[in-house]
């Protein structure tokens, strides 16, 4: 019976997507060891604190969202499965859950004193996180507070690991915020494409979304100007040092994962079209798995290798 509990619940919350948001909060880890600075080198306390606080932030966060969203799913027929829209799991169990998984992304804060930033940041970060599952009623930007959600993995990261030197050199930061800008402007794309697929219903139901209000071709033009500009950004990337953030010591492997994102965005924007949505899904996961672990695993092979 516990078992199918913890099943239903990893259901629930699409543990799986975590391949979305672990890979970039890992990349910007790599990042960090790797750049100048005195101090910040690989710690297995700190990669356990990295793996803690992403897999229960995500966790608390996907668990309030289908709370708070399970009478808005019960009503949308692509949604009325989900596990709280159909009686599967008691919403007591659901809330404790949260709960859980908040305190579980707290106290793994604590891995990375004697820095106190993320036990400071800690709780300020978790509301942000939560708050997403509120944005559709108030606001059709709620994909880009997603993206912004995302966002936080490599910032969050860096600072975990660099604290010290962020204390006396701010613009030690840049490579994290760099990366950050491109993952809110890759998820902010993608989920206005996932959106897509719930457009009548959210007129329906007076909820706020790129596609309710733009259409569904305007969503996916927009989406597409979120993928150019992500690739602009991850195309500038090893320039920071050039605004005073630290070097980053990347080459032609780098650039050839980054072509090979432009290629895989490309191609997910060519079978998603408005007259037909059918690979939305396929676009969603399959493309957007491969970019987040590829450009995870070029990056850091590039990075470690000029390193070594």
């Not at 790129?210 to 993928?227: E, K, S």
């Not at 996961?285 to 390193?307: M, R």
Request: charged share 10%; hydrophobic share 60%.
């Amino acid at each position: 019976m516990m078992g199918k509990t913890v099943r239903q619940l990893l259901e629930m919350i699409r543990f799986s997507h975590t391949i979305f948001a672990l890979p970039f909060a890992l990349l910007a880890a790599v990042m960090a060891w790797t750049a100048p600075g005195p101090g910040v080198g690989f710690r297995w306390r700190h990669l356990a604190g990295i793996l803690v606080c992403m897999v229960c932030a995500r966790s608390a966060a996907m668990a309030f969202n289908r709370l708070v969203d399970r009478r808005i799913d019960a009503e949308n027929p692509r949604t009325a499965g989900r596990h709280l829209a159909a009686g599967l799991l008691p919403v007591g169990g659901v809330v404790v859950f949260t709960i859980i998984t908040s305190i579980g992304f707290l106290a793994g804060t604590m891995l990375f004193l004697p820095n106190p930033l993320p036990l400071v940041l800690g709780l300020p970060v978790l509301l942000f996180l939560l708050a997403y599952s509120l944005t559709k009623r108030f606001t059709a930007a709620a994909h880009f507070w997603l993206g912004a959600a995302l966002m936080l993995s490599p910032i969050c990261t860096w600072i975990a690991l660099r604290g010290e030197l962020l204390m006396q050199t701010p613009l030690d930061l840049l490579p994290a915020v760099w990366l950050g800008a491109a993952v809110c402007l890759w998820v902010a794309g993608f989920d206005m494409i996932y959106a897509c697929q719930d457009v009548e219903f959210d007129v329906k139901a007076k909820l706020r979304s790129i596609p309710a209000t733009l259409g569904v071709q305007g969503a996916l033009r927009l989406a597409a100007a979120c993928h150019f500009f992500m690739c602009l950004i991850l195309l500038t990337l090893p320039l920071v040092d050039r605004f005073g953030g630290p070097p980053l010591s990347l080459g032609p492997i780098y650039g050839a994962g980054v072509l090979v994102v432009v290629l895989l965005l490309a191609y997910e924007h060519w079978i998603v079209r408005p007259d037909d949505l059918t690979r939305v899904n396929v676009a969603f996961f399959n493309i957007n798995a491969v970019v987040s672990l590829g450009l995870f695993a070029v990056t850091s092979l590039d990075l470690i290798l000029v390193a070594s």
